[in-house]
């Protein structure tokens, strides 16, 4: 079993800036692909950005240049820096993680987090 655990959301201003922190833990062998999402009032979960275990990056065009994800394998947790922040981001994040763990019987699949609420207002 894996857990997945984001934290760092809050209220900032316009133009402000958060990081959002993201562990997992587990019986984990190998993690593959991790990335954020997120989703606001009445609408769609969306990508934000990922991560693959080589370190390519890929992200929405809303964010680009504002935000940056990164990650610590040694440590299994992932990062998404955000600035120039503005109400259009207000959303609650979460992580995904795509993981094999000890168990050889389950192929690698996705694992998410309970998401952290993130609000850009004045």
């Known amino acids: 079993q894996v857990q997945v655990v984001e934290s760092g959301g809050g209220l900032v201003q316009p133009g402000g800036s958060l990081r959002l922190s993201c562990a997992a833990s587990g019986s984990i062998v190998r993690i593959n692909v991790m990335g954020w999402y997120r989703q606001a009032p009445g609408k769609q979960r969306e990508l934000v950005a990922t991560?693959?275990?080589?370190?390519?990056?890929n992200y929405a065009d809303s964010v680009k240049g504002r935000f940056t994800i990164s990650r610590d394998n040694a440590k299994s947790t992932l990062y998404l820096q955000m600035n120039s922040l503005k109400p259009e981001d207000t959303a609650v994040y979460y992580c995904?993680?795509?993981?094999?763990?000890?168990?050889?019987?389950?192929?690698?699949?996705?694992?998410w987090g309970q998401g952290t609420q993130v609000t850009v207002s004045s």
């Open positions: 995904n993680t795509n993981a094999k763990t000890t168990n050889w019987a389950i192929p690698a699949k996705d694992y």
């Open positions: 991560i693959a275990d080589t370190g390519a990056t």
